[in-house]
Nanobody, 115 residues
Framework: QVQLVESGGGLVQPGGSLRLSCAAS????????MRWYRQAPGKEREWVAD???????NYADSVKGRFTISRDNAKNTVYLQMNSLKPEDTAVYYC?????????WGQGTQVTVSS
């Protein structure tokens, strides 16, 4: 079975940085677009960023200029570099990978931005 394992979350002060990782393993024929979402308490899950297999990126307006999504296709891993973090970035962050027959969610990793 294919599994997604997320890591890199934690507690950081406003203005700080974190780097999230999401690694896919198992029987994978091909990974297409890889995406990051987040869900804050009491809010719906929202899309944050995505990156195609060829490296084309898109960002939500709320994170544009502060977050950078990247991927290492050899490692089947997607990253989210988060800089200039704000309290409103506090959420559980989830990765999603698009596969040939559907998509798969990571388990989520908590990011808390607080002084």
């Amino acid at each position: 079975q294919v599994q997604l394992v997320e890591s890199g979350g934690g507690l950081v002060q406003p203005g700080g940085s974190l780097r999230l990782s999401c690694a896919a393993s198992g029987s994978i024929y091909s990974i297409n677009t890889m995406r990051w979402y987040r869900q804050a308490p009491g809010k719906e899950r929202e899309w944050v960023a995505d990156i195609t297999k060829g490296g084309r990126t898109n960002y939500a307006d709320s994170v544009k200029g502060r977050f950078t999504i990247s991927r290492d296709n050899a490692k089947n891993t997607v990253y989210l570099q988060m800089n200039s973090l704000k309290p409103e970035d506090t959420a559980v962050y989830y990765c999603r990978v698009d596969l040939a027959l559907g998509f798969l969610w990571g388990q989520g990793t908590q990011v808390t931005v607080s002084s």
